[in-house]
């Protein structure tokens, strides 16, 4: 199946500093892509909907300032949480679209904000 | 916004078929089910879906019933590393269109 890679896997910050998660398609174009947030012994919930050239799409309830995507390629989206806090500690899993409908999934990137 | 229900968890020895429920009642016509898994800390892997008819491939099967109310993923051989959380998603195959995880069910193989 298709690639999706997620940089860094994991990362430890400060409160009030910025963390910047990379997905990218390795084999494949992605004109969308997915970003979800996991909690503990929760299932995945969707963030945003990343469309490349064009602003991404929030859910209700997902602060749009907070979290910046960015889908500035094919291949390549971006999810920076500003100002992070300990609250904002979670899973942060990316997902792109394959030719069939389905989503590949990357690692996950776990984010801890002390 | 999940349109899918399962049982929270299941076990099942190592090397017997594993079972999955899925109930998807208010199921559209054009909306396919989708099946994924989750081992601990990692990103869902795709398993396998389909719209009406049976599927299977070399991950698994999956039952359709009739009505297309429910369906139920088959791992013909369960190992202990199929011990995971599996999603069964329901949605239409659109440019763009979200996939909205439920709750899952937690699969643990016994030994």
């Known amino acids: 199946g298709a690639v999706v890679s997620q940089h860094p896997s994991w990362v430890i910050c400060k409160s009030g500093t910025s963390v910047k998660i990379e997905c990218r398609s390795l084999?494949?174009?992605?004109?969308?892509m997915f970003w979800y947030r996991q909690f503990p012994k929760q299932s995945l919930m969707l963030m945003a909907t990343?469309?490349?050239?064009?602003?991404?799409?929030?859910e209700q309830g997902v602060e749009k300032d907070k979290f910046l995507i960015n889908h500035a390629s094919l291949t390549l989206s971006t999810l920076t949480v500003t100002s992070a806090h300990p609250e904002d500690s979670s899973f942060y899993i990316c997902s792109a679209r394959g030719w069939l409908g389905e989503l590949f999934f990357g690692e996950g990137s776990r984010l801890t904000v002390l | 916004d999940a349109k899918t229900t399962q049982p929270p968890s299941m076990d099942c020895a190592e090397g017997r078929a594993a079972n999955l429920p899925c109930n998807h009642s208010t199921i559209s016509g054009n909306e396919y089910v989708y099946w994924y898994r989750q081992i601990h800390s990692q990103g869902p892997q795709y398993i396998i879906h389909g719209l009406k008819n049976n599927e299977t491939n070399e991950m698994a099967s999956l039952i359709i019933t009739e009505d297309r109310k429910s369906s139920t993923l088959i791992l013909p051989h369960a190992t202990l590393r199929d011990t995971a959380v599996y999603y069964c998603?329901?949605?239409?195959?659109?440019?763009?269109?979200?996939?909205?995880f439920g709750t899952g069910t937690s699969l643990t193989v016994i030994p």
């Open positions: 084999d494949f174009q992605a004109t969308t």
């Open positions: 990343s469309n490349e050239g064009s602003k991404a799409t929030y």
């Open positions: 998603i329901v949605r239409v195959v659109v440019t763009g269109n979200q996939f909205y």
